[in-house]
């Protein structure tokens, strides 16, 4: 009855549900590993916001190199701890970065390199200001002063971002679309960290004017609604395959033959009782 199974057109149907079947496990497969990658995110921040902060150096190496040099990035699990340094501002090179939403306005996230006893330096994200009253979104603001002399802050280490275009200075200040560790550190004269640190507190206390810019989890039951997703598609794949087969084997057979309806009226009449 499924012979059929074995002629060379049902074994190339049978080979092309196995391949979509395993593309799709694979599919699965990978949308698992990102929801375990955003999950150990989501659970570094969380550890993050409640942990005694640790010396900078803990989780960003010092550079070796001269100036406009770079660090090694920080390890990824060591990502949004949270770090305590202490040094000096260096106002001459402040970064604004330009196009930041936070409460959906659009505005500018300001960087100052934290200059360090060592002679290198660490980027700080003192946070969010809106654009200059009166301008539209790529208008410079009036950056608060940072505090002069010693400064320490406490914050979460963050990688840098790829892309972003040039970093130039306009007005005064350094200007760029993205944090691109390397680029902005070209700018400046002193090697700098291969990371960056997200301000949450500060000695001297920061300016008001500032928002925190906020720390959001990654969105990893999405991934994992996508992994079940295509598994089930794996799944329904193979079963459509049989339930297709088996219909090919009953219409062989004569087995979905449509029966001829019986005529009731033309049938005798039971003799009463």
């Known amino acids: 009855m499924y012979r059929f199974l074995l002629t060379p057109r049902w074994l190339g149907y049978l080979a092309l549900t196995l391949v979509a079947a395993a593309l799709m496990v694979f599919l699965g497969n990978w949308q698992l590993d990102r929801y375990r990658g955003r999950t150990a995110i989501n659970e570094r921040i969380d550890v993050g916001s409640t942990m005694a902060p640790a010396p900078l150096r803990a989780a960003l190496p010092a550079p070796g190199g001269g100036p406009g040099s770079i660090g090694p990035a920080p390890a990824e699990r060591l990502t949004w701890t949270k770090v305590t340094a202490t040094g000096r501002y260096d106002t001459a090179n402040l970064v604004l970065v330009r196009a930041r939403t936070v409460d959906s ?3 500018f996230e300001v960087l ?21 009253p009166d301008g539209n979104a790529t208008t410079q603001p009036q950056v608060p002063a940072a505090p002069t002399g010693d400064v320490t802050v406490t914050g979460r280490v963050v990688a840098g971002e790829s892309g972003g275009g040039a970093v130039d200075r306009r007005a005064g200040k350094l200007e760029t679309r993205r944090i691109n560790i390397p680029r902005i550190a070209k700018q400046l004269p ?8 997200l301000l949450d507190q500060q000695t001297p206390a920061a300016d008001p004017a500032f928002h925190a810019v906020p720390i959001g989890h990654t969105n990893n039951w999405q991934n994992f609604g996508y992994v079940v997703q295509w598994w089930l598609f794996a799944g329904m794949s193979l079963v459509g395959y049989g339930w297709v087969a088996r219909r090919e084997a009953h219409r062989t057979a004569g087995l979905d033959r449509p029966r001829t309806p019986v005529d009731r009226a033309a049938e005798p009449a039971s003799p009463s009782a």
């Open 190 to 197: 002193y090697p700098v960290a291969g990371g960056y640190v």
């Open 112 to 132: 100052t390199p934290l200059v360090l006893t060592d002679g290198s330096a660490v980027l700080v994200d003192r946070g969010w200001i809106p654009p200059a």
């Open 105 to 107: 306005e659009v505005g």
